[in-house]
Nanobody, 119 residues
Framework: QVQLVESGGGLVQAGGSLRLSCAAS????????MGWYRQAPGKQRELVAR???????NYAASVKGRFTISRDNTKNTVFLQMNSLKPEDTAVYYC?????????????WGQGTQVTVSS
């Protein structure tokens, strides 16, 4: 059974930092590209950051320079370091796994973790 379990969300003031973690089980982690998505109330889910099996990364324009995605294949975990947080970063953040060769945006999703940034 595949599980992606996010942690690290919470309430933070604008300008603060949070580090999200996503622990994966039931998949061969090193053969999966990993991503973080977010969904704010009333908005569509959007890609925040993605990291490939080779470590290449890409980011949404709105978070570039503030967020950093990384992975630790020895711990089957992907991270999202979020700095200089803004109220508009408030959303539920989801971890996603995509098997190499998959044509889907995501094969598996986590349950989400709430991030709230106060002004």
């Amino acid at each position: 059974q595949v599980q992606l379990v996010e942690s690290g969300g919470g309430l933070v003031q604008a300008g603060g930092s949070l580090r999200l973690s996503c622990a994966a089980s039931g998949i061969i982690f090193r053969f999966n590209n990993m991503g973080w998505y977010r969904q704010a109330p009333g908005k569509q889910r959007e890609l925040v950051a993605r990291i490939t099996i080779g470590g290449s990364t890409n980011y949404a324009a709105s978070v570039k320079g503030r967020f950093t995605i990384s992975r630790d294949n020895t711990k089957n975990t992907v991270f999202l370091q979020m700095n200089s947080l803004k109220p508009e970063d408030t959303a539920v953040y989801y971890c996603a796994a995509v098997s190499v060769g998959s044509v889907s945006a995501a094969d598996y999703w986590g349950q989400g973790t709430q991030v709230t940034v106060s002004s």
